[in-house]
């Protein structure tokens, strides 16, 4: 199956730091998608991302799928985004998400 | 409103008990999951279903066994719970194919505490 590799495994910034997170996978994918889980536990989805670029707000991400790798840029980061994040892909056919071991981050005032 | 929804939220139980967990979502989704993680907050695939059918059952013991009555509901029985069942266990739905659009949407978790 599937391999799902993100870095860096921790992060602690100072508040208003940017911060770029990686993701690389072992085969091709074609449903890429990234995940915040807040210290409560929700995990909100952040971007449906198979390939190209998208932003929202503060964050935005990037995939490069003949390179089969994504990033996710935060800039001016704030303390509600401490958690962890979480990339996940997968295809079409299984529909099901393959998670990487997440990057724990931690912004700190 | 909520999109997806789990009961309980917490449940704590002892060992050899059966339980289950109920999974809602109002999102008009064709497919839901049921995803595992565990203290070290890997999370991984349980189970999928399409239009009520399983399309993915990943290697889980036969204690578990999810339900799907109709779309929006997907169930999951956990027979003779064991310790190392402990875990928070997270539904999940997507749209149906072909919406250009994949996006899974997570319920709030249930913590399992098995004793």
């Known amino acids: ?13 100072q508040e208003g730091a940017n911060s770029t997170l990686r ?6 994918v074609n449903n890429l998608q990234w995940f915040h889980q807040n210290p409560w536990g929700q995990l909100i989805n952040l971007f449906y991302i198979p390939s190209g670029t998208k932003q929202n707000g503060r ?4 995939t490069v799928a003949t390179e089969r790798y994504s990033l996710l840029y935060i800039s001016s980061s704030q303390t509600t985004d401490s958690g962890v994040y979480f990339c996940a892909g997968g295809n079409t056919g299984r529909r099901a998400l393959t998670f990487g071991s997440g990057t724990r981050l931690q912004v700190q005032p | 409103d909520t ?23 109002n999102l008009g989704h064709d497919t839901m999951y049921w995803y595992k993680q565990d203290s070290k907050k890997f999370l ?3 189970f999928s279903y399409n239009n009520k ?18 779309k929006a509901h997907l169930n999951l029985h956990i027979n003779s719970l064991e310790l ?3 875990a928070v266990y997270f539904c999940a739905s997507s749209p149906p194919l072909g919406t250009h659009r994949e996006t899974q949407y997570f319920g709030p978790g249930t913590r399992l505490l098995v004793l």
């Open chain 2, 44 to 46: 991984k695939i349980m």
């Open chain 2, 3 to 25: 999109a997806v929804s789990q009961t309980p939220k917490y449940l704590v139980t002892q060992m050899g008990n059966d339980k289950s967990i109920k999974c809602e979502q």
């Open chain 2, 84 to 86: 190392g069942d402990s």
């Open chain 1, 1 to 13: 199956g599937i391999q799902v590799e993100q870095s860096p495994p921790d992060l602690i910034l």
């Open chain 2, 53 to 70: 059918e399983l399309i993915i059952n990943e290697t889980v013991p036969n204690r578990f066994s999810p339900k799907s009555p109709d």
């Open chain 1, 59 to 62: 964050l935005s991400a990037t």
């Open chain 1, 23 to 28: 993701c690389n996978f072992s085969d091709s």
